[in-house]
Each structure stands twice: as structure tokens, then as C-alpha cells.
């Protein structure tokens, strides 16, 4: 089967086809093959290796940063600094790996007893596109470094990603069979989540994508790690720094077109100081430019597909319909992707801008009477994977995210993931954690040795 593929900028449609069940199947015959060799390999050999990666993708970073600009759109800056981003977790991870897979000596009556953290063999990831080469490194370093083999489900709208990725490793002297591209569909994703070789599957996409997966992998129990996204929360305290916090609301928002699962999507405000950050926010917004992604002059990308912009206005419109405000954008802008910097004033339940998550360059504002409104309003939402709360007080801010749900919380800061803490949500943004020594461990045997 074809599938076809179209540049968000320039319309260019390009073509590849899906594996057949015979490709399929000798991909994973490859990585069980591979599996326990590079499991027995020493630690600083696979280190080495994913070093050598980390220089791959530096030496590549123009060629990729091109695929991922005309397969999603991406701005060609946010393209390179993801490509760095991911080279740093290969690095990190060859350095510190052997730190958090470490035996670890428990006292006990027993002569000796520990912890031993060992591969489980083959882990299925199935990736989105918004970040095509940061969701499958922050994933593949360490579960690599773990002595894990991988298989990659990419999105079906950056295959050429997916293809990089394979020849970045490959070129950089990772064996064959420890990791492999499927390109297929999610019937058949469905069927290698139920394969026996396969020993658990990652998902970074929608909520009704991780039930789906989390059902296919419980059925035939299988470990799942699921990253499901989120309404992330932007609180702005009545003391807060308003210099400091509007770029940074400007940066949450609107970078990757808002096409982020950790982006600030609510700004929920105190109303001693929400006109003033409106406007500084608003002024700050209108200044962003859409355009070609790999022009530097444009701030603002377009969105990867047409469809999802068309959803992203559904979304805006009958917000509007409820009662909300625009106060800037609203409309689609010029060209199949393209949606303009869009604010939207007095959001309130029952609207889509406050209930469902907005994959887009959408700012739902929230005014609240003080903090325990504004605490109370960022609980409230089916999500909770990031969060940031804004004070001139640090102390108070911890207490303020003490009591926010979510799987981060970050005081006067950009929420973003960070290769050296662990990243992951909580209610139905999915569960597990990814990153740091929490997201080593999610695909070992945690395996208790007791000596007596």
C-alpha cells in the first residue's frame, strides 16, 4: 500500500510505500536475533556506539532538519535544536547509564542481597510526529544504553524521519536487528504489540491512541509506558514578574506552531494583574510570523496537516459560540496549514478551549479571583502532564505546585523535558516515566537477588 504525504508549506506530495507482512516479519526476527548479543555487550561498548550516534546526527543535522521542515513543518531552528537535543541524550546516557544501572546493595538478614536492573529484549515504540526525532531518542538512548533492542512505529506523515534515524545508526556502527523502522499502520502495530518477541511498547500520541494501545498491550501483558498529552496550566500569581513571564508564555505557547503536548495552553491568571498581562501577553502574540519554515525571518510555523488545522478552528469556533473572546487571530490564515496566533478571552466550562486539549497555536485565558481559584481551575481538566505557576515568591510557588496535579510542575520557568529528570503525566495523560534513571528502568527487570 502508498501512502501519500504533503509538504505543510509548499503542498509537495511525496509518496512511500507500507511493509507488507513479510518485511514485518523479518524485522522482527532481526531484532530477536540481535537482542542477546548487544544485551551481553558490555556497557561501555554500547556507550561508545551511541556516542558515535550523538556525531552521526551532529554531522547530519542540516539533511534532517530539511526532512523533518518538509514532513511536518517544523521551523528549521526548532528542526537543528531538536537535532542537538537528541544528540545530548546519546551523550548523557553513554556517560551515566552505568550510574543508574547500577547494582544496589539492600540490607537485609540475608549474606547479601540487591537489585539487579537486566534488559527485557524487544520494546515496540509508536511515535507521533510533532517532535519525530525527540520522542524516539528520549525513548531509544536509554533503553539502548539498558541493552534493549527497538522497534519504531513512526507517524505515517514523517517517514523520512523514521529512515534517518535508522541510517544514523546504522552509519554510526549499531548492529543490525537492535533497532528497525516499521512502516506500517495501526491494525498492524496492534498485531507486533500481541507478537511474543515483542516485550513492551512506548506510546507518545492522543488519549484515545494509549487506550488503545494500553487494552492491546494488557491483553496479552505486555509492559506499556504512555505519554498521552496534556492542558497544561500557566498560573500568573498577583506578584509575578510579568517581564519575565510573557516571553516565556509567548515561547510555551506558540512554539512548534503550539503543536506540543507540554506547551502552556491554559493561562490562568489573577485578575490583579491579568489586564496587564493580557495586553503585554497579546502585544507579544501579534508580533509572531507565520510563514515558510525555513525562512528565519518566520516565528511562527505552519501546522503539519491540513486536518488538524481544520480541528484546531472547530475547536476555536464553537468556544466563540459559548461565549469566549477573540482576542487575536481566529481565523485560518493564508495557505492549507497555516493558523495564526490565536488568544481567546474569557474561557469557561462547557467551551472546547477549556474542556479538551488544543493542539495549536491557541491560548485559552482564565481569569481567577486568587490563588486557591487558580489552583482549583488548573485541577480542572482531564489532564495532567505539565504546569507552571509564576510568583515572585519561590517559596509560595512550591506550595502552588505542592497541590497542582501533574507530572511536573515549574516555578517562573518553561516546562520542557530534560534528559536528567524523569518526564511523564498522570491522569489521562498516560503513565510511566521516561528520561533520567526513572525512564532507564521502565524497561528492565527489576530483579531482586537474595544470598543467604
Known amino acids: 500500500m502508498t501512502v501519500e504525504n504533503r509538504d505543510p508549506w509548499t503542498g509537495e506530495v511525496r509518496a512511500y510505500s507500507m511493509m507488507s507482512a513479510g518485511a514485518v516479519e523479518a524485522k522482527l526476527a532481526a531484532a530477536d536475533r540481535a537482542f542477546p548479543a548487544w544485551a551481553a555487550r558490555p556497557l561501555g561498548e554500547r556507550g561508545a556506539l551511541l556516542l558515535r550516534v550523538a556525531d552521526e546526527l551532529h554531522a547530519r543535522r542540516d539533511a534532517i532538519a530539511a526532512t523533518m521542515t518538509a514532513e511536518m513543518g517544523k521551523l528549521r531552528r526548532e528542526a537543528l535544536a531538536e537535532i542537538e537535543k537528541c544528540a545530548g541524550a546519546c551523550r548523557y546516557y553513554a556517560r551515566h547509564a552505568g550510574d543508574y544501572l547500577r547494582e544496589e546493595t539492600i540490607g537485609t538478614e540475608a549474606a547479601r542481597s540487591y537489585v539487579r536492573y537486566e534488559p527485557i529484549g524487544c520494546v515496540l515504540a509508536i511515535m507521533p510526529w510533532n517532535f519525530p526525532l525527540?520522542?524516539?531518542?528520549?525513548?531509544?538512548?536509554?533503553?539502548?544504553?539498558?541493552?534493549?533492542?527497538?522497534?519504531?512505529?513512526?507517524?505515517?506523515?514523517?517517514?523520512?524521519?523514521?529512515?534517518?534515524?535508522?541510517?544514523?545508526?546504522?552509519?554510526?556502527?549499531?548492529?543490525?536487528?537492535?533497532?528497525?523502522?516499521?512502516?506500517?499502520?495501526?491494525?498492524?502495530?496492534?498485531?507486533?504489540?500481541?507478537?511474543?518477541?515483542?516485550?513492551?511498547?512506548?506510546?507518545?500520541?492522543?488519549?484515545?491512541?494509549?487506550?488503545?494501545?494500553?487494552?492491546?498491550?494488557?491483553?496479552?501483558?505486555?509492559?506499556?509506558?504512555?505519554?498521552?498529552?496534556?492542558?497544561?496550566?500557566?498560573?500568573?500569581l498577583e506578584d509575578a514578574d510579568l517581564a519575565k513571564a510573557v516571553p516565556v508564555a509567548v515561547a510555551s505557547r506558540f512554539g512548534n506552531a503550539g503543536q506540543t503536548c507540554i506547551a502552556a495552553k491554559r493561562f490562568i491568571v489573577v485578575e490583579a494583574v491579568a489586564d496587564r498581562f493580557i495586553q503585554a501577553f497579546a502585544a507579544a502574540a501579534s508580533a509572531l510570523r507565520a510563514g515558510d519554515p525555513n525562512d528565519e525571518a518566520t516565528t511562527l510555523a505552519p501546522m503539519a496537516r491540513a486536518d488538524l488545522r481544520d480541528e484546531l478552528h472547530r475547536q476555536v469556533r464553537?468556544?466563540?459560540?459559548k461565549g469566549a473572546r477573540v482576542l487575536l487571530g481566529g481565523e485560518p490564515g493564508q495557505g492549507a496549514t497555516v493558523y495564526p496566533a490565536t488568544i481567546l478571552d474569557g474561557v469557561a466550562p462547557g467551551m472546547p478551549a477549556w474542556d479538551e486539549e488544543l493542539f495549536g497555536p491557541v491560548a485559552s485565558l482564565i481569569r481567577v479571583r486568587d490563588e486557591a481559584e487558580?489552583?482549583?481551575?488548573?485541577?480542572?481538566?482531564?489532564?495532567?502532564?505539565?504546569?507552571?505557576?509564576?510568583?515572585?515568591?519561590?517559596?509560595?510557588?512550591?506550595?502552588?505546585?505542592?497541590?497542582?496535579?501533574?507530572?511536573?510542575?515549574?516555578?517562573?520557568?518553561?516546562?520542557?523535558?530534560?534528559?536528567?529528570?524523569?518526564?511523564g503525566g498522570t491522569k489521562a495523560s498516560g503513565f510511566g516515566r521516561e528520561l533520567a534513571g526513572h525512564g532507564i528502568h521502565e524497561f528492565t527487570n527489576i530483579k531482586t537477588v537474595y544470598v543467604a
Open 318 to 321: 464553537a468556544s466563540v459560540e
Open 134 to 236: 525527540w520522542q524516539v531518542f528520549r525513548f531509544l538512548a536509554p533503553g539502548l544504553m539498558a541493552g534493549n533492542v527497538a522497534l519504531l512505529k513512526h507517524a505515517t506523515n514523517v517517514p523520512g524521519c523514521a529512515d534517518a534515524i535508522a541510517a544514523v545508526l546504522a552509519d554510526a556502527g549499531v548492529p543490525e536487528g537492535v533497532f528497525g523502522v516499521l512502516h506500517i499502520d495501526s491494525e498492524q502495530a496492534a498485531e507486533v504489540i500481541a507478537d511474543p518477541r515483542v516485550k513492551a511498547v512506548t506510546l507518545t500520541g492522543s488519549e484515545r491512541a494509549g487506550r488503545s494501545v494500553a487494552a492491546t498491550a494488557g491483553k496479552h501483558l505486555k509492559k506499556c509506558v504512555l505519554e498521552l498529552g496534556g492542558s497544561d496550566p500557566f498560573i500568573v
Open 374 to 423: 487558580a489552583i482549583r481551575v488548573a485541577n480542572d481538566t482531564a489532564f495532567g502532564l505539565g504546569a507552571s505557576v509564576w510568583t515572585a515568591d519561590a517559596a509560595r510557588g512550591e506550595r502552588v505546585a505542592a497541590r497542582v496535579v501533574a507530572g511536573a510542575c515549574f516555578v517562573n520557568s518553561l516546562v520542557r523535558s530534560d534528559v536528567r529528570l524523569p518526564f
